[in-house]
């Protein structure tokens, strides 16, 4: 990972600025649906738009970052479709949450409802990182998407923290305390609906349906969504969409590139 850091330059990153900005023409030219809720929308990874992505970099990303993730997201506005910032390693939490914070009040997106963010339940800080992003979307006057994931850097995260030689781990180590995690992030999420739109990615059949009835009977689109990779959890999905199943939306995420 550290040699691929370093051979990252400033030349990839405006690449993938590039190829972001196809992207979202090419999704928002051919979107359907009423509201961003109903409209297809982008994932982006900010460690690809800029070759220093780390906390001890905060001036410089905030300086020189936070114009691209604006530049994209006035871009999506114009088409009305939903921009999500992917997670990452813990320790890039709180930059991400910066950007996030100084996204919402960027003028030309107030009130806006297509800011989304990704939050991994395995994270020890996810439920604190939660309340900070419900009381953003309350002092933005915005409801913001939060896609709610159990998390995808385990190995890296444990092994860091093991060479660090830290006293602890930034995550959970047992799946168990994680799927724990989880339905108390989603309990949290679906207790904010008014400023929140809760999008859980899981192929847990349990979990899926833990959410399914923490959410009630009472649905409308724009309420909450299921969200699945595509290719992953195609026979728990049929049961989920369409009026004769649970009839609950479920995005499909399909990553595109090498």
Not at 15 to 22: G, H, K, N
Not at 84 to 101: G, K, Q, V
Not at 204 to 218: C, F, I, K, Q, W
Not at 242 to 255: E, H, V
Request: glycine share 8%.
């Amino acid at each position: 990972d550290m040699l691929g850091e370093a051979a990252f330059t400033a030349e990839d990153a405006e690449r993938y600025r590039q190829d972001y900005i196809l992207a979202v023409h090419a999704i928002g030219r051919t979107a359907k649906g009423a509201n961003v809720y109903e409209r297809p929308g982008i994932s982006i990874k900010l460690s690809a738009l800029h070759p220093r992505y780390v906390r001890a970099q905060r001036e410089r990303v905030m300086a020189e970052l936070l114009p691209v993730v604006q530049e994209l997201t006035l871009l999506a506005r114009g088409y009305d479709i939903g921009i999500n910032i992917d997670a990452e390693e813990t320790e890039r939490l709180d930059l991400s949450l910066d950007l996030l914070e100084a996204l919402c009040t960027t003028p030309g997106l107030e009130g806006w409802n297509g800011i989304g963010f990704v939050v991994q339940a395995y994270g020890k800080r996810a439920p604190y990182a939660l309340d900070f992003i419900i009381d953003l979307a309350r002092r933005s006057s915005r409801r913001i998407m939060v896609r709610l994931v159990k998390g995808a850097y385990w190995d890296s995260e444990i092994k860091k923290a093991q060479v660090e030689g830290m006293t602890d781990f930034p995550v959970y180590t047992r799946k168990c305390h994680t799927d724990i995690s989880y339905i108390a992030c989603a309990r949290k999420l679906l207790g904010a609906r008014d400023v929140i739109f809760p999008q859980f990615a899981t192929h847990n059949a349990r979990t899926l349906a833990s959410v399914y009835a923490m959410a009630g009977d009472d649905f409308s689109v724009g309420s909450y969504e299921f969200q699945c990779l595509h290719g992953m959890g195609e026979p728990l999905y049929r049961q989920v969409v369409g009026a004769r199943n649970m009839n609950r939306p479920a995005r499909i995420y399909a990553p595109v590139g090498t």
